[in-house]
């Protein structure tokens, strides 16, 4: 998400994004044995990812919506409008909602009895699932054309990169959300954030079971 916002704002090329330094493939994800022999250091206090690193101020920081917004005001990217500011934040939020809807049903490939991500996916992406009402409400927060207000905010880079799971999962989970499909589409025809998306191997999310 952070990465979608700074590559779209021109700021991606002045972080250094951590990877799996043993084979450089993506950190992976929590419970995995890789995920166990990661260094201590690339963890936050709580054992979880992201973390950020800043060793001019020293900050040492993990979770996604404080690194999210230490980064926006160290690049100076909050709109002064208060309303742009307000549909920018409700825009962060609603991404760890989506990241955390996408996330349960990744982890019940890890789940016994069972590991059944495939089954899970398919619940998550059903009619009348959770993730649709989700979408819908996010839809309907949607006034401007492609952003959610009337011009960009770091919120709506952020929420393509949520919807960008949703369609890397599912191509046509956005098919019924045609504001949502537009800022998906809009910020993934970015020449940077397109640049960034193809300079990932992988994505942190798996559609089936292993």
Same mark, same amino acid.
């Given at each position: 998400?952070?990465?979608?916002?700074?590559?779209?704002? *021109?700021?991606?090329?002045?972080?250094?994004?951590?990877?799996?330094?043993?084979? =450089?493939?993506?950190?992976?994800?929590? =419970?995995?044995?890789?995920?166990?022999? #990661?260094?201590?250091?690339?963890?936050?206090?709580?054992?979880?990812?992201?973390? #950020?690193?800043?060793?001019?101020?020293?900050?040492?920081?993990?979770?996604? *919506?404080?690194?999210?917004?230490?980064?926006?005001?160290?690049?100076?990217?909050?709109?002064?409008?208060?309303?742009?500011?307000?549909?920018?934040?409700?825009?962060?939020?609603?991404?760890?909602?989506?990241?955390?809807?996408?996330?349960?049903? &990744?982890?019940?490939?890890?789940?016994?009895?069972?590991?059944?991500?495939? =089954?899970?996916?398919?619940?998550?992406?059903?009619?009348?699932?959770?993730? &649709?009402?989700?979408?819908? =409400?996010?839809?309907?927060?949607?006034e401007g054309s492609p952003f959610v207000g009337s011009s960009a905010t770091p *919120?709506?880079?952020?929420?393509?990169?949520?919807?960008?799971f949703c369609t890397h999962l599912q191509p046509d989970s956005l098919d019924g959300?045609?504001?949502?499909?537009?800022?998906?589409? &809009?910020?993934?025809?970015?020449?940077?954030?397109?640049?960034?998306?193809?300079?990932?191997?992988?994505?942190?999310?798996?559609?089936?079971?292993?």
């Amino acid at each position: 998400y952070m990465n979608f916002m700074l590559a779209a704002t *021109g700021n991606l090329d002045k972080v250094t994004l951590a990877s799996n330094a043993a084979n =450089g493939e993506p950190i992976p994800f929590p =419970g995995t044995p890789e995920w166990a022999a #990661l260094p201590p250091q690339t963890k936050s206090a709580w054992n979880t990812i992201p973390t #950020l690193v800043d060793k001019a101020s020293g900050v040492y920081i993990g979770e996604s *919506g404080a690194i999210a917004r230490w980064l926006i005001t160290k690049f100076d990217l909050a709109p002064a409008d208060l309303k742009l500011r307000a549909t920018m934040e409700q825009s962060i939020e609603k991404c760890s909602d989506l990241h955390a809807s996408i996330e349960a049903a &990744h982890v019940a490939g890890y789940m016994p009895p069972d590991h059944d991500r495939t =089954g899970a996916m398919d619940r998550l992406f059903a009619a009348g699932s959770k993730l &649709h009402k989700l979408l819908a =409400g996010i839809e309907s927060t949607i006034e401007g054309s492609p952003f959610v207000g009337s011009s960009a905010t770091p *919120g709506d880079y952020m929420l393509a990169a949520g919807l960008f799971f949703c369609t890397h999962l599912q191509p046509d989970s956005l098919d019924g959300y045609p504001k949502c499909k537009a800022l998906h589409d &809009h910020v993934l025809g970015i020449e940077a954030v397109k640049s960034f998306v193809a300079s990932v191997p992988n994505t942190f999310f798996k559609r089936h079971s292993d």
